[in-house]
């Protein structure tokens, strides 16, 4: 059994819509990550966090400790907004990074 | 704004050969990191280095792997003997702590 789950695993959107991607993991963890990584394949670290709410821009990203579920929102999407989006944790007492599998997103214009 | 980054961006190679894989981490990181992707798989751990030596390493990081920080600047994966099966995309990543991880662009490398 995978130790991060991400879903969906594929999501479409028309531009300007609400998007929401879960996270669930099976593990303790010391921080929860969310990235994006585009067609070119580099990764961008958005979020980390290990408690509540966090807000960069367009992008927000919550996580419940006790129910061992993150979420990452995407308010008002565009087009270039279009990627993957990958959870990852760091267990506790590791350095290591778990990933998801990953959730492609497309936003048509 | 600082960034980590890895050469080649691509990199082909024959089985069997040796390829060395090098990064730059951001410069007062002190935590660094190898991962890799195979095409259509999730990201995997590899290792991580911290005070000049190997902290964790992963399954994967068998015999044929290495790491090494030569000069204080880059930190270098080095496989020995590629096998078609190390067709990847690897990712160097760095932190200074705290969990913080910063990633490079990645190597995409090919075993013919």
Known sequence: KNEVEQSPQNLTAQEGEFITINCSYSVGISALHWLQQHPGGGIVSLFMLSSGKKKHGRLI??????????????????????????CAVSKGGSEKLVFGKGTKLTVNP | EPEVT?????????????????????????YFYWYRQILGQKVEFLVSFYNNEISEKSEIFDD?????????????????????????????ASGGGYNEQFFGPGTRLTVL
């Open chain 1, 61 to 86: 990203a919550t996580i419940n400790i006790q129910e061992k579920h993150s979420s990452l929102h995407i308010t008002a999407s565009h087009p270039r907004d279009s990627a993957v989006y990958i």
């Open chain 2, 6 to 30: 890895q050469t080649p961006s691509h990199q082909v190679t024959q089985m069997g050969q040796e390829v060395i894989l090098r990064c730059v981490p951001i410069s007062n990181h002190l």
């Open chain 2, 64 to 92: 044929q792997f290495s790491v090494e920080r030569p000069d204080g600047s880059n930190f270098t994966l080095k496989i020995r003997s590629t096998k078609l099966e190390d067709s990847a995309m690897y990712f160097c």
